[in-house]
Every structure is written in structure tokens, then in C-alpha cells.
């Protein structure tokens, strides 16, 4: 692990919603860094440096918007540094900026970032261009049909069903109206969720995240200057980062390397997480994992080693993952109840810190000690991971 | 670079520096960044299975396409490994993979950053980076920004256009000389040079992919000098040109501060051998002269011929971004540049027993933040 303990000390984020017509994306930042800086007593002064999640520019409809940004980051004199690997973006962010705080660069680093996905005009016309102009831009390809495919793939290798993917819908639904912040805060029932609209096979309307707008921050300091800011410290204890294939075809036929049903990389991130914070996806109390669509949250309890592989739909359906199951996952809702993209792997170590802070409010799991966040980005090719936990590491002293 | 409170960290070493620029690249990108990282590693004498770390810096803007680290991951050996992309400034990356090193969480790291700027519409991105209220309805250039901030600081200083003209030539030769430059063997010069109370500068167009590795001392090779990071200093300045600091570059002078303080330097113009400068004109050279410490009169010591490759401090012996603008990555080839003069691997335009370097990086709109890098070699 690393040379020193860094906790995040304050979170702030806005309410998610469909649009913030009343606020610019600068105002957004704003509101989220003042939160924070509230949250943390501090003032931006306190602060050494500033991370910036931010993926694609034209959601927002600035480029380079992190530079428009940087008066409400309270960046001035400091290094604003934006980070942009796709969905995982705020994840990446987190490991960012942990990683200058434990170098001793610099003490107490700032996380901010926001979108405005739903106002982007047509957001899945604007993700069809992360594809490659001359063969895959003119296949109807965006973020909903790849991850269609995966859902395909993964009923075909686990015999999973509609029904399966539909229990996770109803399990996060009602989670995320406990979540004051959630974008979407509405229950819904198996029999709504599988006669929903039909997005692209076998993914629908209600298995599927919104377009969300909103903002979220987190402050990191290192262990000596937490006593400045918080009695609360929730401590960075693993972090994991890995990357498959951008070729979605290598994942699929009889050659395939990693299977598009499955992650390996989620497996890898979350090991590296594990081990660094000396524990086994066994002693998590919570895991908020980056799930876009429902199909996505089967193979990622799986991929984080939460259970044996091909028993998520047993276990699903028994409840194991509820909110008052063996091992809570989503119980903010996750990202089927808001996807700010930029910052929506932020969200989700935003919620492990207030989880292990006893801070989550309605949808506290209770006696939270350890919580995994992870995220997703690209086409299903960039997963990074984190442990949070309430516990310091007991570290032997090295020269 | 500061290290770590109590424990002893890592001292980030670059065992390596890789430029591929040329006028225009045929390849696509992706082939582009893979053949650069390839001639690399293999210089290098570096395997992939040996990279712990791939920290990535690029333009989703520049390259055409949202979240190009997704499919540039593959040319940058990223599958099954780290990869951390960051789109604020090709020299952020560096500092990162630096810092990642410092705090005992990386060994060897890869950092990569590109830009076929012969392909891309610019002007069209600075205008879609200014704010949608105010600045896209100015039209704002970087050229506009540009003679804005050069007219300020020729109205305030003593510095001629023999000055300015001088510098660009000074450059231009540099980069006709310098084996990795875009210019490399071209006697024309392109540049577009403008100079009426202002000073705005067209450069040839370059499109280049720059790779450096970055590591611990695990990797030290006997045979060559150790290029330690010893200072870093990183700063943004506010989006809205405040119209006092017009002719200046309060960001640069600060970031320099950071540096030097780290690297226990006080006086940069007789401590440093080297150093490479982000000349975004002629003018902008000038102007960091004197935001660097070098010197208070910025024309008088130009035209002592300090700055020449054999003066007293040869100020971008690679001929800067005059000999080539590949736009994003132009921050992180100025660190490259540096580190291969204290390799001793700088070629036709090595400066002779340099120990101590700088870099400078200025990036955003307009020229919004510095970065600068002091690093020094050590014994072979």
C-alpha cells in the first residue's frame, strides 16, 4: 500500500435531477465544493489541489470545461487536474487524487465535478461517438445496446432471465426512495419493471439509469491533518484499477480472451482493493457498485466476489442483497436511480465514506465498518475499485 | 518534489524519453501511438510485462472522438493494467505517474501523451471552449488572447521587435537541428510572425506522441544518468482575464516558485543548465524570462545571447514549439526534451555537461496554467 493514510474527511453533492436550468456547470461545482467545505469545516484555502472527474465534453456542451471551472472549484493558484476515462471517471478521480495526498505532494486534495447528461439534447447520439468513426459509428451503437449485449451473453452463460434482471430493478428502486439525493425516488414493481418500454433487448425502460444532471464533491486529506477538518475520517484502506480490451468482439467468440458476460478486470480491481486493505470481499459490510443497468449489477456481485459465479440470481431473489441482506449492495439506489456521468463513480465512494460514517441517513446499513464503490467506464473496459472503512490500517512502521 | 511526512518516498527517476513528431502523421492515431510506444520500449529495453502504471494524457477535442483513451488504451499497452487517462494537460500526467512513484504505488510507469493537430479544427475548439454566454460570442482565439496579453507586456517592457524576431530565429534554427523535431533538416521558415504592438505567431502544424517512463530507483541502469524529479510546481489561474495580469504571467512566476523551493534553488539562472520553455509566440519566450527569475530585462538578456545554445542558459536547444505546434502534447515534450539533455542522449542539440534542467508547461485558454519541473541527473 502506500506511504501514508489518506481519509476523506467531507462529501458534498446537489439533489440528482433531469435538468438544472436555474445553474451553470461552474454553479453546479459550486454548489457541491461549498457543501463539501461546509461539510468539512474548511475553507478553499485549506485546499492544495483540485481533481477533476470530467468524461465527455459535449454532454455538457463546453470543451475543456474544466478550465470554465476553475474559479468555482476555487482552483486559482492551485493545480487543477481533470481526469477522463469514461464512466469510471470519478472513481479514477478518487485514485488520483489519493495518490498525491499519500505522496506527500500535497495534504488535503478536493474532488468536484458535474454533468448535465439529460440536457445534453440526445445523450446516446453523443456516446455513439466514443466509437470508431468508419466501422461502428454507423451501427447503432451507444452505452444502452453494448451493454445489451452484455445482458444477452451473460442470460446465455448463466441461465439468468428478465425476471432476474427486473428483481435487481426493484431492489435499487426502492432503495433510491430512501436516498433524498436520488434522481429517480419512485418504487416500482416486478410486474412494472418487465412491462416496461423495451430499450434494446432485453434491457428496459425500468432496468435501465436516468440522464441525470447534478454535482458531487469529496475532500481527501492526509492522516496528520484530519484532526483539522472531521472526527469522522473514513479511510481509503484499497484501491484497484484495470483495463480490458476496447475491441468488444475480442470478448465474445470462440477466441475470446475475457468473455462479455463477465469482467476480469472488475475481478483484478477488486483484488488489488482487497488486498491492499489486508481484507476478503467476505468481510464487507456494503458494496455500492457502478451498475447502469440491471444486467450490469448480476455480473458485477459476481465479478467483485461478493458470491460464486452463476448464484447472483439465487441469491437475489433470497434477498442476500438487500438492504437488510447478508450484504447490502446499491442501498442508495446505485446508478439506476442517478448517473450524473462524470461524477457517478464518485457518487458511489461518496456513499461507502457516509455508509462507514454512519451518515447515510434513511438508507443506512447498519453498523457499516467496511464498503466497497466501484466503477465502470468505456464499453465495459476501464473498473477501478475502492475500499472505505470506518478502521485505520494497522501499519508497521517502515524505513 | 516534497515527499512524504514521516516516511521515506520514493524520488521519481525518468529512465526514459521518447519523441515521434513529424508534419503529418499517415497512420491513424491509434497506429500512431502504437508504433511511438513501441520505438520506445524497445530503446528503452523495456518489456510491458516490466509497467506497472500507464498514466495517458489527451484531447477528447484534438482527437476527434469522446473518451479516445478507450480505444488508444490497446496502443498504449494498457490491457489488464492501470491506465489513468487525464485531459487537462499532457504534463499532468507526468506529475501524476511522479506522484504515484513517490507514494510507493507504482514502480515503472508509463506516461504517453499525443496530438495530430494537422487533423484537428482547432479554432473551432478554442471557440466550443469558451464559455457559452460571453466568450463564444467575443470569438476569443488563442491568437486574439494571445496579442491581448503580448500587447500588454510590450507597452510595459523595454523589449523590440529585433527581439521578438530574434527569438523565433533562435528557435527555428534549434529545431532545424534537433533530430526530434518536426522541422528536423528544414531550413524554411513557416512561421507566421506578426508583430504590430502585439504579437501573434503561426507555427508549422506538428503532429507528435511523446512517451517517457517514470520509475524508482529499482530500475536504474548503470550506464546511464539519473534524471530525478527534485521540484514541481503546478498552478491554474482564474478563467477571466483579470486586466491587471494582462501582461503578465502570474501562474508562471508562482509555479516557478513551487519548483524552486523544492528543488532548494534561488537563483534559476545560475543554478540551471538547460532549460525548455513553452514558447507559445516568440513574445511569450520573453515574457518568461522574466516570470522565471532569469532575469528583470528580458530583451537586454536575450540579446547578451544567454539563451543561445552556447550561452549561459540555452533556453529550447530542441527549438521549442516553433519547430512544430502538436498542441496538447507540446507541454509534456518540453519534460522529454529535458530529460534527454541530462541523459545525454539529446543529440545535435545536447547541451554539454547539463546537470540541472527546467520545464515549462502552459496549457488551458488562454494559457490559463503553468506547470514547471526542475530535474537533475545524477552520477552514472
Given at each position: ?10 462529501v ?11 445553474l ?26 483540485v ?12 470543451a ?5 471551472a ?24 478518487v485514485q ?15 474532488i ?25 459509428r454507423?451501427?447503432?451503437?451507444n ?22 434482471m ?7 428502486h ?21 412491462l ?8 428496459k ?9 447534478g ?5 481527501l ?8 477538518f ?24 470462440p477466441?475470446?480472451d ?18 491492499a ?13 457502478y451498475?447502469?443497468?440491471s ?14 459465479k ?27 436511480c442517478a448517473n ?24 443506512q ?5 467496511y464498503a466497497?464503490a ?23 512502521d517502515i524505513? | ?35 511511438t ?5 524497445e ?6 510485462k516490466?509497467i ?6 489527451s ?10 483513451i ?16 487525464l ?19 507504482s ?17 473551432t ?25 503580448t ?28 533530430p526530434r ?8 521558415h ?52 483579470d ?27 545560475e543554478?540551471?543548465?538547460?532549460v525548455?520553455?513553452?514558447d ?5 519566450e520573453l ?8 532575469t ?5 538578456w ?7 545554445p ?11 514549439i516553433?519547430?512544430?505546434d ?46 514547471v519541473?526542475?530535474?537533475e541527473?545524477?552520477?552514472?
Open positions: 500500500m502506500s506511504l501514508r493514510e489518506v481519509a476523506a474527511i467531507a458534498g453533492q446537489t439533489q440528482y435531477k433531469r435538468r438544472y436550468t436555474e451553470t456547470y461552474p454553479e453546479l461545482i459550486f454548489t457541491a465544493v461549498t457543501r463539501a467545505l461546509e461539510d468539512a469545516r474548511a475553507t478553499i484555502d485549506d485546499v492544495d489541489a481533481i477533476l472527474p470530467m468524461a465527455v465534453d459535449a454532454l455538457g456542451g463546453v475543456h470545461a474544466e478550465r470554465w476553475t474559479d468555482a472549484l476555487g482552483g486559482g493558484g492551485k493545480p487543477v487536474i481533470r481526469v477522463n476515462t469514461g464512466g469510471v471517471t470519478g472513481l479514477t478521480a488520483v487524487a489519493h495518490d498525491f495526498v499519500a505522496s506527500g505532494a500535497f495534504n488535503v486534495v478536493l468536484a465535478g458535474a454533468d448535465r447528461v439529460g440536457e445534453s439534447g440526445d445523450a446516446q447520439s453523443i456516446l455513439n461517438r466514443i466509437w470508431d468513426p468508419i466501422y461502428e454507423p451501427l447503432p451503437l452505452t444502452i445496446t453494448m451493454l445489451a449485449m452484455q445482458a444477452v451473453r451473460f442470460m446465455e452463460k448463466y441461465g439468468a432471465t428478465e425476471v432476474d427486473a428483481r435487481v430493478a426493484v431492489k435499487n426502492t432503495n433510491g426512495a430512501r436516498n433524498p439525493y436520488a434522481h429517480i425516488r419512485q418504487e416500482v414493481t416486478l410486474d412494472e419493471v418487465l416496461s418500454r423495451m430499450i434494446a433487448y432485453p434491457i425502460l425500468f432496468d435501465s439509469c436516468p440522464q441525470s444532471s454535482a458531487a464533491a469529496m475532500i486529506c492526509a492522516e496528520d491533518e484530519t484532526y483539522r472531521s472526527n469522522q475520517p473514513a479511510w481509503i484502506r484499497g484501491l484497484g484499477h484495470s483495463s480490458e480490451t476496447y475491441w468488444m468482439g475480442d470478448r465474445m467468440g477466441a475470446l475475457c468473455d462479455h458476460a463477465d469482467s476480469i478486470a472488475l475481478t483484478h480491481a477488486c483484488n488489488q482493493a482487497y488486498s486493505a489486508g481484507i476478503r470481499a467476505g468481510d464487507l459490510d456494503i458494496a455500492e457498485l451498475a447502469p443497468f444486467n450490469t449489477e448480476l455480473h458485477a456481485v459476481q465479478d467483485a466476489g461478493l458470491c460464486e452463476g448464484e447472483a440470481m439465487k441469491l437475489l431473489e433470497e434477498g442476500y442483497f438487500d438492504s437488510d441482506g447478508e450484504i447490502p449492495v446499491n442501498p442508495s439506489g446505485g446508478v439506476m450524473p456521468i462524470s461524477v457517478t463513480a464518485l457518487v458511489r465512494v461518496i456513499e461507502a465514506v457516509l455508509q462507514v460514517q454512519g451518515r447515510a441517513g434513511d438508507h446499513v447498519t453498523g457499516a465498518e466497497l466501484t466503477g465502470i467506464g468505456g464499453d465495459h473496459q476501464f473498473f477501478g475499485a475502492v475500499v472505505v472503512s470506518s478502521i485505520k490500517a494497522c501499519r508497521k524505513t | 518534489m516534497k515527499t512524504g511526512a514521516h516516511r521515506r518516498s520514493a524520488i521519481p527517476i525518468i529512465h526514459g524519453a521518447h519523441i515521434h513528431a513529424t508534419r503529418q502523421v499517415t497512420d491513424s492515431l491509434e497506429d500512431f501511438i502504437f508504433i510506444v513501441s520505438e520506445a520500449l530503446s528503452w529495453r523495456v518489456s510491458l516490466d506497472d502504471s500507464i498514466v495517458t494524457a484531447s477528447d477535442m484534438l482527437d476527434g472522438r469522446a473518451i479516445s478507450m480505444v488508444t488504451s490497446g496502443s498504449v499497452g494498457g490491457y489488464l493494467k492501470d491506465v489513468v487517462n485531459s487537462s494537460a499532457s504534463e499532468h500526467a507526468f506529475l501524476y505517474q511522479a506522484a504515484k512513484v513517490a507514494a510507493g504505488r514502480r515503472l510507469g508509463l506516461v504517453v501523451s499525443w496530438g495530430k493537430r494537422s487533423e484537428s479544427p482547432v479554432l475548439i478554442d471557440n466550443l471552449s469558451q464559455d457559452p454566454f460571453f466568450g463564444r460570442q467575443v470569438k476569443l482565439s488563442r491568437s486574439s488572447a494571445d496579442a491581448i496579453a500587447s500588454a507586456y510590450l507597452a510595459q517592457s523595454r523589449v523590440g521587435a529585433d527581439d521578438v524576431i530574434g527569438i523565433l530565429r533562435k528557435n527555428e534554427t534549434n529545431a532545424g537541428r534537433n523535431s518536426a522541422l528536423h533538416g528544414s531550413a524554411s513557416d512561421a507566421k510572425l506578426h508583430i504590430d504592438g502585439f504579437v501573434t505567431c503561426e507555427y508549422p502544424d506538428a503532429d507528435a506522441c511523446v512517451a517517457i517512463l517514470v520509475g524508482d530507483e529499482s530500475r536504474v541502469r548503470n550506464d546511464r544518468p539519473q534524471v530525478r524529479l527534485t521540484g514541481a510546481g503546478a498552478v491554474a489561474t482564474p478563467y477571466w482575464v486586466s491587471d495580469s494582462l501582461g503578465a504571467w502570474p501562474g508562471l512566476r508562482e509555479a516557478a516558485k513551487k519548483a524552486y523551493r523544492n528543488a532548494a534553488i534561488t537563483r534559476p539562472c543554478e540551471l543548465d538547460v525548455e520553455l513553452c507559445l509566440t516568440p513574445c511569450h515574457m518568461a524570462y522574466e516570470e522565471l527569475g532569469f528583470d530585462t528580458a530583451g537586454a536575450f540579446r547578451s545571447g544567454a539563451s543561445q552556447a550561452g549561459r542558459l540555452p533556453v529550447n536547444p530542441s527549438g521549442g516553433a519547430g512544430g502538436a498542441d496538447f502534447p507540446n507541454g509534456l515534450i518540453r519534460v522529454a526534451e529535458i530529460a534527454l539533455q541530462l541523459r545525454g542522449e539529446a543529440g545535435a542539440v545536447g547541451v554539454s555537461k547539463a546537470k540541472r534542467g527546467m520545464a515549462h508547461a502552459a496549457t488551458g485558454f488562454p494559457r490559463q496554467a503553468h506547470s519541473f526542475v530535474l541527473a545524477g552520477d552514472a
